[in-house]
């Protein structure tokens, strides 16, 4: 579906056409007319949908039909659980907006950068903030941040900021920013905790459920090997000379091991660099161009960048760990086959994590062929279930005895 039938701005209708938005995905065509007529959205919608834009588009349409005034004031606030994330959401509103007569302020709030130069961006006037939940209490602390004017709430990402102990701070937030606003809502679940949380900010939401958690990795080539953890190292090697791979993508489960396997992969000669929470805000974003650029060749990160990673042309992600948790198993693999390409997603299997990987393909309908290659031999264990042992007769004390004890019969 095109763009056309939103009946957008021309400034707006150059800026996709040059960010080489052509068709309307599920979730924009279903978002973009309900923001622009002012409702409160809850929307359901998994890594890879277009939901940035889909939020994005409108609010910027919104935003210019407005009258400006000579000091721009904080009319848009943006929630995201990770710097990556945040960083992304600011972009396109940059490159959206590229065409505006008078383009908004846009400032983004994150960790690891200064505060004092993001305060002071902050009183030059901004439009549009796009924070972190940390480092925006932190200015908020402060008290030289005015949300009076604010029209517009975002929370994206809301199940994953719950994952990171998010509820607390929304209730500081939701005490300081204005009652009368627009509230925006993207998760990829609909868990208990999110719509608790949802029925927070606003109780008069329309939902919008993309329903098909297939729809984005349709162009993924699902694989799962079984190795022995000892030779996950020397079976990636193989894998990515045997099939090319020029960008590849690794998830592994800490920090410390995403430093390790780069080191080891670096020493054998290949552009392999690790990426986590505990790089400074500069290297992070440094490491990302760089692979971007296809200045290295495998990026080994922890699940930092399961969300909000947006880069077209990875050719192949590797669960080398598994993720803890069975949703983390699509974001991660929807940063391949992005922009309608297709890609390969490979996760390594043993005895170990068989049973958790069963789980990931029940949660979401899926049979994956086990495979084992040649020169990577590999046993399967049959798991026995094993029985407790049988109840002794008289061994538990009973309810008589437990309170004679405490003195109490």
């Known amino acids: 579906m095109s763009f056309e039938i939103f009946n957008l701005s021309l400034e707006l209708k150059k800026a996709l056409e040059k960010n080489s938005y052509k068709e309307a995905t599920p979730i924009q065509k279903e978002v973009i007319p309900l923001i622009k007529s002012k409702h409160d959205i809850l929307a359901q919608a998994q890594t890879g949908s277009g939901k940035t834009a889909s939020f994005v588009i409108p609010?910027?349409?919104?935003?210019?039909?407005?009258?400006?005034?000579?000091?721009?004031?904080?009319?848009?606030?943006?929630?995201?659980?990770?710097?990556?994330?945040?960083?992304?959401?600011?972009?396109?509103f940059s490159n959206m907006s590229q065409f505006f007569e008078k383009k908004p302020s846009i400032v983004s709030v994150i960790g690891g950068e200064s505060i004092g130069d993001q305060l002071l961006k902050i009183?030059?006037?901004?439009?549009?903030?796009?924070?972190?939940?940390?480092?925006?209490?932190?200015?908020?602390?402060?008290?030289?941040?005015?949300?009076?004017?604010?029209?517009?709430?975002?929370?994206?990402?809301?199940?994953?900021?719950?994952?990171?102990?998010?509820?607390?701070?929304l209730d500081t937030i939701l005490e300081i920013i204005p009652k009368n606003r627009q509230n925006l809502l993207f998760s990829a679940t609909y868990s208990k905790k999110v719509i608790d949380i949802a029925s927070k900010i606003t109780t008069t939401a329309t939902?919008?459920?993309?329903?098909?958690?297939t729809t984005h990795v349709e162009n993924i080539e699902q694989r799962a090997i079984f190795v022995n953890k000892e030779n996950r190292n020397a079976l990636l090697k193989h894998l990515i000379k045997q099939y090319k791979f020029k960008s590849v993508l690794v998830f592994v489960s800490t920090?410390?091991?995403?430093?390790?396997?780069?080191?080891?992969?670096?020493?054998?000669?290949?552009?392999?660099?690790?990426?986590?929470?505990?790089?400074?805000?500069?290297?992070?974003?440094?490491?990302?161009?760089?692979?971007?650029?296809?200045?290295?060749?495998?990026?080994?990160?922890?699940?930092?960048?399961?969300?909000?990673?947006?880069?077209?042309?990875?050719?192949?992600v590797i669960n080398f760990d598994l993720p803890r948790s069975t949703e983390d198993y699509i974001h991660r693999i929807g940063r391949t086959a992005r922009a309608g390409k297709t890609g390969v997603a490979i996760s390594f299997l043993d005895n170990d994590?068989?049973?958790?990987f069963k789980l990931i393909e029940k949660r979401y309908k899926l049979d994956i062929p086990k495979e084992q290659i040649e020169g990577f031999d590999f046993t399967l264990e049959k798991v026995k279930k094993q029985k407790g042992p049988m109840p002794v007769k008289g061994k538990r004390k009973s309810k008589k005895d437990k309170l004679r004890e405490q003195g109490l019969k």
Request: aromatic content about 6%; glycine content about 4%.
């Open 59 to 92: 609010i910027l349409e919104l935003l210019k039909e407005e009258k400006s005034t000579k000091k721009a004031k904080i009319k848009v606030l943006v929630l995201a659980p990770t710097r990556e994330l945040t960083l992304q959401i600011t972009e396109t």
């Open 123 to 169: 009183q030059k006037g901004c439009d549009i903030v796009v924070a972190t939940s940390g480092r925006l209490l932190d200015i908020i602390d402060k008290k030289q941040m005015d949300l009076s004017n604010l029209q517009y709430f975002v929370l994206d990402e809301a199940d994953k900021m719950l994952d990171l102990g998010f509820a607390q701070e």
């Open 207 to 213: 939902k919008v459920k993309i329903e098909s958690k």
């Open 255 to 316: 920090k410390r091991a995403t430093e390790n396997i780069s080191y080891k992969f670096r020493k054998s000669g290949y552009l392999a660099e690790s990426f986590h929470g505990d790089l400074t805000q500069e290297e992070r974003v440094y490491t990302l161009e760089e692979f971007k650029n296809k200045k290295l060749n495998i990026l080994f990160s922890t699940d930092i960048a399961s969300r909000g990673l947006h880069i077209d042309d990875i050719d192949c």
């Open 353 to 356: 994590n068989l049973a958790h």
